[in-house]
């Protein structure tokens, strides 16, 4: 594998997704942003799900698809888990005028919106890896700006692998 491609974690259940999330949420801080990016049910919900357990946010988290953003109190950090799906441009977002203060802040479908949210990004992004195994995934983590350095997504991806393996 040369450098610049990046490194595939794959798992092959929701319950193997939301651990991923849970081993990430014990790495975040304040202030990070995150972006996931897949298709319609690749996962994204459910590794938000995993997250907020690793966060130790005690809500039951859903989808936020028609109310765009919720926060979920949680005892160190909170977890702002928003969804850009129904955001028509990066303007409409901003114009939500999201705290992402003392949180966690994940944005479904973010592709188009983090740069208006953060410097800096840690950009998931989960396929379907075979057609002929439902719970098939694959996932790629990729950092933008200073937070997620080279090393820091290695040490990422050492931490998540050794969450389902
Ligand atoms: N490996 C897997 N990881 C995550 N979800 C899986 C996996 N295998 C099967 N699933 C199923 O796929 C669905 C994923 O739903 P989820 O809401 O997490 O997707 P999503 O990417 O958030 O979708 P949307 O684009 O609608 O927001 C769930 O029904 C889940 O049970
Ligand atoms: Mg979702």
């Known amino acids: 594998?040369?450098?610049?491609?990046?490194?595939?974690?794959?798992?092959?259940?929701?319950?193997?997704?939301?651990?991923?999330?849970?081993?990430l949420g014990k790495f975040v801080k304040s202030g990070d942003a995150?972006?996931?990016?897949?298709p319609l049910g690749a996962g994204k919900t459910t590794f938000t799900r995993g997250l907020a357990d690793g966060l130790e946010v005690s809500d039951a988290v859903t989808s936020?698809?028609?109310?765009?953003?919720?926060?979920?109190?949680?005892?160190?950090?909170?977890l702002l888990h928003c969804d850009a799906y129904r955001i028509g441009s990066a303007d409409e977002f901003v114009d939500l005028d999201l705290d992402t203060d003392g949180a966690v802040?994940?944005?479904?479908?973010?592709?188009?919106?983090?740069?208006?949210?953060?410097?800096?990004?840690?950009?998931?992004?989960?396929?379907?890896?075979?057609?002929?195994d439902e719970g098939a995934r694959q996932?790629?983590?990729?950092?933008?700006?200073?937070?997620?350095?080279?090393?820091?997504?290695?040490?990422?991806?050492?931490?998540?692998?050794q969450a389902v393996s």
């Open 1 to 23: 594998m040369t450098a610049d491609q990046p490194e595939i974690i794959a798992v092959t259940s929701p319950d193997e997704m939301a651990a991923l999330g849970a081993a």
């Open 34 to 38: 995150l972006c996931l990016v897949g």
């Open 64 to 78: 936020p698809t028609f109310v765009i953003a919720r926060r979920h109190r949680g005892p160190t950090v909170d």
């Open 105 to 132: 802040t994940v944005v479904e479908w973010g592709q188009s919106v983090m740069a208006e949210i953060s410097d800096s990004w840690l950009e998931v992004v989960i396929q379907r890896s075979s057609e002929n």
């Open 139 to 161: 996932l790629t983590f990729s950092g933008h700006g200073d937070r997620w350095t080279g090393d820091e997504i290695t040490s990422v991806n050492r931490a998540l692998r």
